[in-house]
């Protein structure tokens, strides 16, 4: 075997893909190291002879390199550019390596090599599976101080970053015709057999080359030329196609309703020094109208003793080194198999020129060409035997043999040791798709079943066995008239073993280990049986066994098994765990994306913010939303400010920027039809040019929000919503439309942006807009209260609405909003010399109490109906059906007791209640008193001369002129109750 030692004494001259001239330098703990361009962190570590990467979460064992792509569970490292991009638990077989990359080992104290945290394997005996739940439930008062300090500090993998995140990250939506996942054989056939008919295709692959298995299967021939040559040759047309989007270094790791997957990129892991504009990754959200699932399967590992060691790997992964990256795993490796795939590992080693003195096949009399060609190369063949253990500590230094029944022990001395327990397709995303995978006995696996959307699975993830089938089913499912090609060789999925090897059986207490993350042995497994554990998901809460990073990819199968046979039922009848977003670990970069800094909460200004400002308006935070909340005057505070813009409300007239109240446009035949069934009022004999209070409830019957909703055309409704609801509404209606009421002819359109909306209210509203406003009648007579208008003002287009929340005559004016400002200055420079006052949130909120208006969310709580808030006339007394009326039809809705909405009026009128503060109907009660209510809203009304509130109080509308009492730190409140009108009560004032 020579060696290319510019990149590592591992390195096999003229063997791998990589180009020996394009080395890399690194660090691993503070070790300088080189590797070639192309390299992952495994690969170029095994290169320079380095096994060991890490320590195990729970007896700090010496770990190394298990496998060569994302089920790795052991290989998980600290990756540096500087302190403030960090980032723990890389997969090392994942990453891979540029100039200047700094990579720190995990899990360890002082150092890898020499860690304290080893002395738990020494107690493991007291530190079996579920120890901590019968441990540490005495002394009672040592878990606040002892235990929880010390369990947390030891818990996780890794050091969290310190400092914030300076790394960009992008999204972007996609739509396609086919999503396909994976692009080893099987995804490619199926990506150029769907590109040929002209469809738009999205392939992703995670891997950073396209090629799968074929990247290091060397025995391939496909139309003539290598595997490895075709799949380069097929991706290039691919990429070459307009109608074909190639994403690699691309995970698919969720698949949600709908065919709607979430796939993060890895743009700049690779670059030494990627550009300041680059993002680190990009998440994609797709909606595919078909997806095709050609995720492979996973090599399972041998489940015998001491199979953790550095050095033990699956045959895969050693054959990816080999063939793909140029390295040889060691000099003398043993190989430990329970199928055929095995072989053409120790083939491919054996003609690199690796010693591979002797293959333990756990099966009594293989017969395979494959079987034949390894003993014609001088290798040993055991058949009927087992590894019962692997000798060395920081890395195999032996592998002990033994015959199935019985006979004499032989080690043979190694320095590594390849295995194959067989292969498991890959139905993660199936699964997570909401199919039902099934059993299939005769190979022991999971293949899958039925299917939930429109999706397909070909290759090995399908149980898809034999190269040439695979390809003859991708093209198929493309859908295209390509043909498919002739393929040879390749690697046999079938066959193998699952649970624990001979050696490791019931009758052992050896460490054999089913989930290497999180040190999950056999005997753990039958623990947990023993303690009474008898579903799948119970044995995997006590053992943590796929619970790891990895979520178990190459654990899952044999703790299934394990758990089967102890429990002496079949397999299907344990059940099997679920498989969960995502696949693999995604960053909360890709995920959080753009929502950071000031994107995290973007504030949002209306288009007439800049007038506000300039005016001295003080603002307020509501939602996102910046609100003016008062217009101080030189030598006024807050109280005289609202006062005043209160009583010029009343007595002239103001105006208000209501621009952040939500607004939806529902257009369409069944528009009357659709709001009917989402709001309690009747809205299809609403005429055209009317507007309508409406209550929406949810299905419990309490109200979800209200508002005020205009009949524009027989087919289009403007339907506002509080500033705070309109997202939520917009999802709700959006929401029962597409699932409860598809049959409805009818698009909803958010346009909160769209309109900036201008209140005018008070005695002198009409006298102040009538001079700008053209081609509407805006008399009492043309346009009463409650009506809508659509016209023009200051030469603008407007919608133009005949309603108050203040309880005087008013108009709100939609306009464009970028003409929202120029309105307003007009609307303003024609009121002022009338008395026209601009009024804040303050003052509108106060208005508003004094004509017992509510604000969904202050005056209502989750628990309040329209009969609670009296709102009784807001329901349709002949509708048989809307949501939220089976919720009112519930007997405790009505029964008596419940909270009702009242006014409250302080028998000092110039004591202003607290919001929230409890009400109580005996105040000499002993502590804990009786709570019968809460104080809602409540402000000093200067209209009123006097302080209002508004409170929820149990029977409130039977206690009418009741002397209640509100508690208080310093003193008990006498209040009255009253009706929540204060001001204005017949109504008289909305007519001008």
């Given at each position: 075997?020579?060696?290319?030692?510019?990149?590592?004494?591992?390195?096999?001259?003229?063997?791998g893909?990589l180009?020996?001239?394009k080395?890399?330098?690194?660090?691993?703990?503070g070790?300088?190291?080189?590797g070639?361009?192309?390299?992952?962190?495994a690969?170029?570590?095994l290169?320079?002879g380095?096994h060991?990467?890490?320590?195990?979460?729970?007896?700090?064992?010496?770990r190394?390199?298990l496998?060569?792509?994302?089920?790795?569970?052991?290989?998980?490292?600290?990756i540096?550019?500087?302190?403030?991009?960090?980032?723990?638990?890389?997969?090392?077989?994942?990453?891979?390596?540029?100039?200047?990359?700094?990579?720190k080992?995990q899990?360890?104290w002082?150092s890898?090599?020499?860690?304290?945290g080893?002395?738990n394997d020494?107690?493991?005996?007291?530190l079996?599976?579920?120890?901590?739940?019968?441990t540490?439930m005495?002394?009672?008062?040592?878990?606040?101080?002892?235990?929880e300090?010390?369990?947390?500090?030891?818990?996780?993998l890794?050091?969290?970053?310190?400092e914030?995140?300076?790394d960009?990250?992008?999204?972007?939506?996609?739509?396609c015709?086919?999503?396909?996942?994976?692009?080893g054989?099987?995804?490619?056939?199926a990506?150029?057999s769907?590109a040929s008919?002209?469809?738009?295709?999205?392939?992703?692959?995670?891997q950073a080359?396209?090629?799968?298995?074929?990247r290091?299967e060397?025995?391939?021939?496909?139309?003539?030329?290598?595997?490895?040559?075709?799949?380069?040759?097929?991706i290039a047309?691919l990429q070459?196609?307009?109608n074909?989007t190639?994403?690699?270094r691309?995970t698919?790791?969720?698949?949600?309703?709908q065919?709607?997957?979430?796939?993060v990129?890895?743009?700049?892991?690779?670059?030494s020094t990627?550009?300041s504009?680059?993002p680190?990754e990009?998440?994609?959200?797709?909606?595919a109208?078909?997806?095709?699932?050609?995720?492979?399967?996973?090599?399972r590992?041998m489940?015998?003793a001491?199979n953790?060691?550095?050095?033990?790997?699956?045959?895969?992964?050693?054959r990816?080194?080999?063939?793909?990256?140029g390295?040889?795993?060691g000099?003398?490796?043993g190989?430990y198999?329970?199928n055929?795939?095995?072989?053409?590992a120790?083939?491919?080693?054996?003609?690199?020129?690796?010693?591979?003195?002797?293959?333990?096949?756990t099966?009594d009399?293989p017969?395979?060409p494959?079987?034949d060609e390894a003993?014609?190369?001088?290798?040993?063949v055991?058949?009927?035997?087992?590894?019962?253990?692997a000798?060395?500590?920081r890395?195999?230094?032996?592998?002990?043999i033994?015959?199935n029944?019985g006979?004499?022990?032989?080690?043979?001395?190694v320095?590594a040791?390849?295995?194959?327990?067989?292969?498991?397709p890959?139905?993660h995303?199936f699964?997570q798709s909401?199919?039902?995978?099934?059993?299939?006995a005769?190979?022991e696996r999971f293949?899958?079943?039925?299917?939930?959307?429109?999706?397909?699975?070909?290759?090995?993830?399908?149980?898809?066995?034999?190269?040439?089938?695979?390809l003859?089913?991708?093209?198929?499912?493309?859908?295209g008239?390509?043909?498919?090609?002739?393929?040879?060789?390749?690697?046999?999925?079938?066959?193998?073993?699952?649970?624990?090897?001979p050696?490791?059986?019931a009758?052992?207490t050896?460490?054999?280990?089913?989930d290497?993350q999180?040190?999950v042995t056999?005997?753990?497994?039958?623990?947990a049986v023993?303690?009474g554990?008898?579903?799948?998901?119970?044995?995997?809460?006590?053992?943590?066994n796929?619970?790891?990073?990895?979520?178990?990819?190459?654990?899952?199968l044999?703790g299934l098994?394990?758990?089967?046979?102890?429990?002496n039922?079949?397999i299907?009848?344990?059940?099997?765990t679920?498989?969960r977003?995502?696949?693999?670990p995604?960053t909360?970069g890709?995920?959080?994306?753009?929502?950071?800094?000031?994107l995290f909460?973007p504030?949002?200004?209306?288009?007439i913010h800049?007038?506000h400002?300039?005016?001295?308006?003080?603002?307020?935070?509501?939602?996102?939303?910046?609100?003016a909340?008062y217009?101080?005057?030189?030598g006024?505070?807050?109280?005289?400010?609202?006062n005043r813009?209160?009583?010029?409300?009343?007595?002239q007239?103001?105006?208000?920027?209501?621009s952040?109240?939500?607004?939806i446009?529902?257009?369409?035949?069944d528009?009357?039809?659709?709001?009917?069934?989402?709001?309690?009022?009747?809205?299809?004999?609403?005429g055209?040019?009317?507007?309508r209070?409406?209550?929406?409830?949810?299905?419990?019957?309490?109200?979800?929000?209200d508002?005020?909703?205009?009949?524009l055309a027989?087919?289009?409704?403007h339907?506002?919503?509080?500033?705070?609801?309109?997202?939520?509404?917009?999802?709700?209606?959006?929401d029962?439309?597409?699932?409860?009421?598809?049959?409805?002819?009818?698009w909803?359109?958010?346009?909160?942006?769209q309109?900036?909306?201008?209140?005018?209210?008070?005695?002198?509203a009409?006298?102040i807009?009538?001079?700008?406003?053209?081609?509407?009648?805006?008399?009492?007579?043309?346009?009463?209260?409650?009506?809508?208008?659509e016209g023009?003002?200051?030469?603008?287009?407007?919608?133009?609405?005949?309603?108050?929340?203040?309880?005087?005559?008013?108009?709100?004016i939609?306009?464009?909003?970028?003409?929202g400002?120029a309105v307003w200055?007009?609307?303003?420079?024609?009121?002022?010399?009338?008395?026209?006052?601009?009024?804040?949130?303050?003052?509108?909120?106060?208005?508003?109490?004094?004509?017992?208006y509510?604000?969904?969310?202050?005056?209502t709580?989750?628990?309040?109906?329209p009969?609670?808030?009296?709102?009784?006339w807001?329901?349709?007394?002949n509708?048989?059906d809307?949501?939220?009326?089976?919720?009112?039809?519930?007997?405790?809705?009505?029964?008596?007791?419940?909270?009702?909405l009242?006014?409250?009026?302080?028998?000092?009128p110039?004591v202003?209640?607290?919001e929230?503060?409890?009400i109580v109907a005996?105040?000499?009660?002993?502590?804990?008193?009786?709570?019968?209510?809460?104080?809602?809203?409540?402000y000093?009304?200067?209209?009123?001369?006097?302080s209002?509130?508004?409170?929820?109080?149990?029977?409130?509308?039977?206690?009418?002129?009741?002397?209640?009492?509100?508690?208080?730190?310093?003193?008990?409140?006498e209040v009255?109750v009253t009706?929540?009108?204060?001001?204005?009560?017949?109504?008289?004032?909305?007519?001008?």
């Amino acid at each position: 075997m020579s060696a290319s030692t510019h990149s590592g004494s591992n390195r096999i001259a003229g063997v791998g893909r990589l180009t020996p001239a394009k080395t890399v330098r690194f660090t691993f703990d503070g070790q300088n190291l080189t590797g070639l361009e192309g390299d992952t962190l495994a690969s170029a570590l095994l290169a320079n002879g380095i096994h060991l990467v890490g320590r195990s979460f729970k007896y700090h064992r010496p770990r190394g390199i298990l496998s060569a792509g994302s089920e790795e569970p052991n290989a998980l490292v600290d990756i540096e550019r500087d302190k403030s991009r960090k980032q723990p638990n890389v997969r090392a077989t994942v990453q891979e390596i540029y100039d200047g990359l700094k990579v720190k080992s995990q899990n360890r104290w002082p150092s890898l090599t020499f860690d304290v945290g080893a002395v738990n394997d020494v107690f493991s005996p007291m530190l079996p599976a579920g120890f901590y739940y019968k441990t540490f439930m005495w002394p009672k008062f040592a878990w606040k101080t002892i235990y929880e300090p010390r369990i947390r500090a030891a818990a996780g993998l890794g050091v969290v970053p310190g400092e914030p995140d300076t790394d960009r990250y992008s999204n972007r939506f996609a739509h396609c015709e086919v999503l396909i996942v994976g692009a080893g054989a099987a995804g490619l056939a199926a990506a150029f057999s769907a590109a040929s008919t002209g469809a738009k295709v999205i392939l992703c692959d995670e891997q950073a080359e396209a090629g799968g298995a074929l990247r290091y299967e060397s025995d391939v021939t496909i139309d003539g030329v290598s595997g490895y040559e075709w799949a380069a040759a097929t991706i290039a047309k691919l990429q070459a196609m307009d109608n074909v989007t190639v994403l690699t270094r691309t995970t698919a790791f969720g698949y949600y309703a709908q065919n709607f997957v979430g796939l993060v990129e890895r743009i700049s892991d690779h670059l030494s020094t990627p550009g300041s504009d680059t993002p680190r990754e990009r998440l994609w959200q797709v909606r595919a109208k078909r997806v095709v699932l050609a995720t492979g399967a996973i090599e399972r590992h041998m489940v015998f003793a001491n199979n953790d060691r550095p050095g033990v790997m699956l045959a895969s992964a050693a054959r990816m080194f080999l063939n793909q990256y140029g390295v040889a795993i060691g000099r003398k490796v043993g190989v430990y198999t329970a199928n055929d795939s095995a072989y053409a590992a120790a083939i491919d080693l054996k003609r690199a020129g690796v010693d591979v003195p002797v293959i333990v096949d756990t099966r009594d009399n293989p017969t395979s060409p494959i079987v034949d060609e390894a003993r014609s190369l001088g290798i040993e063949v055991l058949t009927g035997h087992a590894v019962y253990s692997a000798g060395g500590k920081r890395r195999v230094s032996s592998m002990t043999i033994k015959p199935n029944r019985g006979g004499t022990e032989r080690k043979v001395a190694v320095d590594a040791l390849i295995m194959s327990a067989g292969w498991t397709p890959s139905v993660h995303l199936f699964s997570q798709s909401r199919g039902k995978v099934s059993w299939d006995a005769a190979n022991e696996r999971f293949l899958p079943g039925t299917y939930a959307q429109d999706c397909v699975s070909i290759g090995a993830c399908n149980g898809t066995d034999g190269l040439q089938a695979t390809l003859d089913e991708a093209f198929a499912v493309g859908g295209g008239k390509v043909k498919s090609v002739a393929a040879h060789g390749g690697t046999d999925w079938v066959g193998g073993m699952i649970g624990s090897a001979p050696g490791a059986g019931a009758d052992k207490t050896v460490k054999a280990f089913v989930d290497f993350q999180n040190d999950v042995t056999a005997k753990d497994v039958r623990l947990a049986v023993r303690e009474g554990m008898h579903s799948i998901e119970h044995v995997k809460r006590f053992t943590t066994n796929g619970m790891a990073t990895d979520q178990g990819k190459t654990s899952n199968l044999h703790g299934l098994a394990i758990a089967a046979e102890a429990l002496n039922r079949p397999i299907p009848a344990v059940g099997l765990t679920t498989f969960r977003a995502p696949f693999t670990p995604v960053t909360f970069g890709a995920i959080v994306n753009h929502a950071r800094h000031d994107l995290f909460d973007p504030t949002r200004r209306t288009p007439i913010h800049g007038w506000h400002a300039a005016q001295g308006a003080a603002f307020e935070d509501v939602g996102q939303w910046k609100r003016a909340w008062y217009y101080p005057q030189a030598g006024e505070d807050m109280h005289a400010a609202v006062n005043r813009e209160c009583v010029a409300v009343r007595n002239q007239a103001g105006i208000f920027d209501a621009s952040t109240l939500g607004k939806i446009e529902v257009v369409g035949p069944d528009a009357a039809k659709f709001l009917e069934l989402l709001y309690t009022n009747p809205w299809e004999k609403l005429g055209v040019g009317r507007l309508r209070y409406g209550i929406m409830l949810r299905e419990d019957g309490f109200i979800y929000d209200d508002g005020v909703v205009g009949r524009l055309a027989e087919d289009r409704f403007h339907v506002t919503t509080t500033t705070g609801g309109a997202p939520r509404v917009m999802h709700h209606m959006e929401d029962y439309l597409q699932t409860e009421f598809p049959h409805l002819n009818v698009w909803l359109t958010s346009t909160t942006e769209q309109w900036a909306v201008i209140a005018v209210q008070g005695p002198k509203a009409r006298e102040i807009i009538a001079p700008l406003v053209e081609g509407i009648d805006i008399s009492n007579e043309a346009m009463p209260h409650m009506s809508v208008r659509e016209g023009k003002i200051c030469g603008v287009s407007t919608r133009l609405f005949r309603m108050s929340f203040t309880g005087e005559a008013g108009y709100e004016i939609n306009v464009p909003a970028d003409y929202g400002q120029a309105v307003w200055e007009a609307v303003y420079e024609r009121g002022k010399p009338l008395g026209l006052t601009p009024y804040g949130t303050e003052a509108m909120h106060i208005l508003r109490a004094e004509k017992g208006y509510i604000i969904v969310g202050q005056d209502t709580d989750g628990t309040v109906t329209p009969q609670d808030a009296g709102l009784t006339w807001a329901i349709g007394k002949n509708k048989t059906d809307y949501v939220g009326i089976r919720g009112l039809l519930r007997r405790d809705l009505v029964a008596d007791g419940r909270k009702q909405l009242v006014g409250l009026k302080t028998v000092d009128p110039k004591v202003v209640l607290e919001e929230g503060a409890q009400i109580v109907a005996n105040p000499n009660q002993p502590v804990p008193m009786t709570m019968i209510g809460h104080v809602t809203s409540s402000y000093w009304s200067e209209n009123c001369s006097r302080s209002i509130a508004m409170a929820l109080v149990v029977d409130g509308t039977k206690r009418l002129g009741e002397t209640l009492y509100v508690p208080m730190p310093n003193g008990v409140i006498e209040v009255e109750v009253t009706g929540t009108v204060f001001f204005d009560e017949k109504g008289e004032r909305l007519n001008g």
